[in-house]
């Protein structure tokens, strides 16, 4: 069996040109996605942000993949942290989503959550959430791809929240094709 392979670009290679990530930022815009709060504890205190990059990697063992910005000031702790708290928002939750899209502040004032069984912060009243074990973690670009696996989750009958297009929507009133 034959597989193609792509040069790799030496690393001061990389940057692209203003007009590319304008164009690939377009691109994203169209591709609808569920809203995601990742989470970990640090110094005995709550941290997290949205992400809307969060996917599934596998069923067995079962694990998950989000990236995190690099530059984020939860960054540096979700670094640190052993396990994850990954909670999809419902489609109620866009303050939620709003609140933990904002840099600083404290993010978890007014926002209902619990530890899950290994001390990740869940978010109550969410679609579904992990608990992920960190088994790696990669640099690729402005961000950090963190590998979980899963070590608990809970599920809803809530809706999810969608993201498409920069605004918020009801993913429970999405139209079957």
């Not at 809970?154 to 079957?176: H, K």
Request: net charge negative.
């Amino acid at each position: 069996m034959k597989t193609n392979t792509l040069p790799f670009a030496a690393a001061g290679d990389l940057a692209a040109p203003l007009e590319l990530v304008q164009q690939v930022k377009q691109a994203h815009r169209a591709f609808p996605s569920g809203v995601t709060v990742v989470t970990a504890q640090f110094d005995g205190r709550p941290v997290g942000l949205a992400v809307n990059a969060f996917s599934s990697v596998s069923m067995d063992p079962p694990m998950v993949l989000v990236c995190v910005n690099s530059a984020s000031r939860s960054h540096a702790s979700l670094c640190d942290a052993r396990h994850l708290g990954i909670s999809i928002l419902s489609h109620a939750q866009s303050p939620v989503a709003a609140a933990f899209a904002t840099s600083g502040g404290d993010k978890f004032g007014g926002v209902a959550w619990h530890e899950g069984r290994y001390g990740a912060p869940l978010l109550d009243d969410a679609s579904a959430a992990f608990e992920a074990e960190v088994v790696s973690r990669v640099e690729a670009g402005t961000h950090s791809v963190f590998f979980g696996r899963i070590v608990g989750v809970e599920t809803s009958e809530r809706p999810p929240l969608v993201y498409a297009g920069g605004g918020f929507f009801d993913g429970g009133r999405l139209l079957a094709v």
